[in-house]
Every structure is written in structure tokens, then in C-alpha cells.
């Protein structure tokens, strides 16, 4: 039998594999699409981002409900209902899948569901879940085949007491005690979730803070809201010991200044990042590079592997869905011949759906400091916006990180109220390489959360109007 042929086989279909599928029928590429998973959409839509998100707002609704009547509106008796929490996440998640499905109809984008391996000679073996195995001849293949969750030495995720990122989006019930390993993005906003939710929550970083890869502003901003919310906080504190003892895990930490933590709950969940899916895809069989565990790219993602190129988790850049996605549509053109332009990532927006939300793009104070340029900022707080005032949510800032020489906006950091929708504007001021000056000029409505953009700007130059 003859195998089929194809322009373009992609491994994975999350966002940045799906997305470069949809992209490459579009530009009228015969593209097959392999996902082992009998679904479509990969870790972001199934286990990550968008079950993430649908639990998080369900948080919100809570928090608001049981807040409501300084506002007027008495709700009585506010209770959570799990269950109907994930009958709503799974209803999303759903739809959402669905929607890729459409789409490659539309767009005639051929889907197979197994496991994808290079075989060389651009072939692509394919082993299908009742155990066949087919090839396909593919001109290109993007490698698309993302992450999944990290264990340390010591400790791994059984799934019952001891859990990572998967597991806790269907827990089915809220634990009374949840020890969050990790104070990134995941372990943020999954001890956001749960101290709302009614767990007593207690996070531990390896880090001197919260967020460490954000602006050192905004990682104390949020480590106060956190104590003010009844969530412990132990940052430079290492685990050293897990154990599961009589239905409780134990943890045995040691905090920088040679101080012993023991810490007890009846969830851990491990936090502390993720590993690249590239074993098993025939990669040994290739050029390609790999060093400190991700693939070497050029400007274009390719591969040193003549028609291959990998984007999202694969690579050293960003792991966030938006950027797999561009690199997915960068990739595509790029085999297409349509002459694309390489990604800024110098540019990339970074959101935490915590409470209070983080939003950020550019470089944080100290970062711009370390380059050498002669830094000017603006920080405007929230607690001095109408528009959060009138919401109830008044914590946070806006901050700017400016340069004296020619007013360039070197980054924007914001913690607060719809943190990761207000970053929108920064997005286009930064790309569209404004000052801060031509901020100060840009007419914003009010009252608006987004006048403290605005402010934060002035800041820069000098005093601010509202404070």
C-alpha cells in the first residue's frame, strides 16, 4: 500500500500545533495533524490554561458573592458547588475542542489520532491506539509535542495525596490543607483557586519571592495580598523531605537562614515546572540539537534537521501558549515560502490568573538597570482609581519602566484588577515602540481601569494628576 503524502505532518495539536494547522490549511498546505490524545488541544486546553481559568473564575464569583453585600447585594448563605465548578470547566473545555474540530474540517486539515515518531527520509511513523503502525511522507514536520509536569528527586505525583497540575483539576473535593510546592504561575494561581475555594493554603518557594520572574514590585504586592488573604507564605525555604504518613503528607523544608519548617496537609501539590516531550519522537535519528534540555532553533524554527522545525515547550523561549502559537504560524508561513518576520520575544506578555491578577511585557526595573539604561519609572496605584474604587478591588499598581535618552517604554507591570486584559494596551504601546509621552497624550475614558496606564505614565515624566 502506498503511503500518503502530505506537505506538512505536525506532532501535537495544542496551541502551537493546531494553531500551525489551521494556519497551514489556510495557506493551502496538505497538513495531517497526529495527537495521541482523542481529543484536540493538547495540555493548554485539556490540563492547563483553560480548565486553569475555568476554575478561577469560578473563585471570583465566589469571592464576589460572599462580598456582596458592602456593595448592596446580600447573596445569604454562599456555598461552593464543585461539582457543578467542573461541569462547567468541562463544558468549556468541550466547546473549545469542538471549535479546533471545526476548524480543521473548514480549512481540510487531516487528523490522526496516535503516536508520531520521525523515521527519516521525511517519513513520519504513526502507531495508532489498537497497536497498527502507518507511515506518512511528509515534505515538513513541525514538532509540536509540548510538556508535562516536572517531580523533583525526591518526591513524584501519585495522584492521590501527592499531586501535580493534572491531578488537582479533578479533585473532588476541597482539601482541608493544600502545601503548593512552587510559587510560579501554576503554583499562584492553583493556591488562589483553593484558599477561596476553603483550604487552608501554604506555599513554598526555593526563591527569595513569589513570582520571581516578574518585576520585584509586583512579587511583594502579591505576596502581601496573599498574608492578607490567609495564605502562608514561605519563600527561600527548600523541601528537603515528602512523605506520605497516615493519610497526611509531611514535608521537612529548611528556610535560608538554616531554620526547620514541618509542614503537614492533606494535598501537596508540586509546582515546580515542566519537561519537554521530545523523547520518543525519533529525534536520535536527526541532526537535531538538543541543549540543557530544548531544541535548538533558528529565527524560524527549524531544526539542523533539513525540513523539520519544533516550536512551544520544545524550544529555550517562553513556555506560554500565545507564544507556541505564533512560532506554530511563523513555522507554517515560513514552509509556505510567505516571508515571515521572526518573533520579538523581548515582546511576549506573561499573565497570572491569581487573585489579585499579574500582568506583565518588557523589562522589569532591575532588568533594564543591569542593560545599562538610565531608568525613569511611573507607578500609579489602584487604590487611587475611581474605577477600582467603585469594583471594590483598589490593590495593586501600574507600573512603567522608562528611559531618560529617548522616552522609550522599556516595559509595563501591572498587579490588580483585570491585570491580564489591561496589559492589552502595553502590548501594542511597545510594539508599536511608543513613548511615554505619547501616552501621556493618548486620551483614556473615564472612569476606567486603564486610566492608570495613563497615570503611570506621567509618572515617568513627573508628578501625576490623582495622587
Known sequence: MAETKHDLVILGSGPG?????????????DVCVVERDPFLGGTCLRRGCIP??????????????????????????????????????????????????????KYKVTWVQGTGRVAGDHTVEITRPDGSVEKRQAKNVILATG???????????????IINSDHILDLEEVPPRLLVLGAGAVGMEFASIFSR????????????????????????????????????????????EAKVDGGLVRCRAVSAKGETLQLEAERLLLAVGRVANFKGIGLESTKVQIERGRIVVDEFCRTHEEGVYAIGDLLPTQWLAHVASMQGVLAVEHIAGANPRPIDYDQVPSCTYCWPEVA????????????????????????ASSK???????????????????DEILGVHIVGPH????????????????????????????PTLHEAIHEAAEGVHGPMIHI
Open 17 to 29: 500545533g493546531y494553531v500551525a494547522g489551521i494556519r497551514a490549511g489556510q495557506l493551502g498546505l
Open 388 to 406: 477600582a474604587s467603585i469594583i471594590g478591588e483598589s490593590i495593586g499598581f501600574v507600573k512603567i519602566v522608562g528611559e531618560a535618552k529617548y
Open 52 to 105: 486553569t481559568k475555568a476554575l478561577l473564575h469560578t473563585a471570583d464569583l465566589l469571592q464576589q458573592a460572599r462580598d456582596g453585600a458592602r456593595f448592596g447585594v446580600v447573596c445569604g448563605d454562599v456555598t461552593l458547588d464543585l461539582k457543578a465548578a467542573h461541569q462547567h470547566k468541562t463544558k468549556v473545555v468541550t466547546k473549545s475542542s469542538k471549535g479546533i474540530e471545526y476548524l480543521f474540517r
Open 147 to 161: 510538556s508535562r509536569c516536572g517531580d523533583l528527586p525526591f518526591v513524584s505525583a501519585d495522584g492521590d495525596r
Open 419 to 446: 491585570a491580564t486584559e489591561l496589559i492589552a494596551e502595553a502590548e501594542v504601546a511597545l510594539r508599536g515602540e511608543l513613548t511615554a509621552e505619547e501616552l501621556i497624550h493618548t486620551i483614556h475614558a473615564h
Open 197 to 240: 475555594f476553603g483550604s487552608q493554603v501554604t506555599v513554598v518557594e526555593l526563591l527569595d519571592r513569589v513570582l520571581p520572574l516578574e518585576d520585584p514590585d509586583v512579587s511583594a504586592e502579591v505576596n502581601k495580598a496573599f498574608r492578607r488573604q490567609g495564605i502562608t507564605v514561605h519563600t527561600a525555604t527548600r523541601v528537603e
Open 360 to 383: 506583565s511585557i518588557g523589562l522589569s526595573e532591575p532588568k533594564a538597570r543591569e542593560q545599562g539604561y538610565d531608568v525613569r519609572t511611573g507607578v500609579f496605584p489602584f487604590s
